[in-house]
């Protein structure tokens, strides 16, 4: 599968931006997806996960309650919404999908086998 990140862009803190990321190839709703970032100088983080079929979702602690994963299986499509942005949140953001076939959320760079190019969020304070 190949993924296609967008959405990315500058905005002040306190706003809200939606990443998408755009799968094509095999079977969308067979992956797990993921979303991570790499802020300047620091090494790439988990943010969110979602599962196969949507029903399951889970956050790093400092997105909770801020960020929204969500996918559309019809559109092949996997998105991020992003409210209260803080400074802190500037980073590349990348889209990541995982062929396992358990149903498990991953939340490990290692468990994901494809990943989109980034797309750049600036927040400004």
């Known amino acids: 599968v190949q993924l296609q990140a967008s959405g990315g862009g500058l905005v002040q803190a306190g706003g809200s931006l939606r990443l998408s990321c755009a799968a094509s190839?095999?079977?969308?709703?067979?992956?797990?997806l993921g979303w991570f970032r790499q802020a300047p100088g620091k090494e790439r983080e988990f943010v969110a996960a979602?599962?196969?079929?949507?029903?399951?979702?889970y956050y790093a602690d400092s997105v909770q309650a801020r960020f929204t994963i969500s996918r559309d299986n019809a559109k092949n499509t996997v998105y991020l919404q992003m409210n209260r942005l803080k400074p802190e949140d500037t980073a590349v953001y990348y889209c990541?999908?995982?062929?396992?076939?358990?149903?498990?959320?991953?939340?490990?760079?290692?468990?994901?086998?494809?990943w989109g190019q980034g797309t750049e969020v600036t927040v400004s304070s």
């Open positions: 979602i599962s196969r079929s949507g029903g399951s979702t």
């Open positions: 190839g095999r079977s969308f709703s067979g992956y797990g």
């Open positions: 990541a999908a995982d062929s396992g076939t358990d149903g498990r959320i991953r939340a490990h760079e290692h468990e994901y086998d494809y």
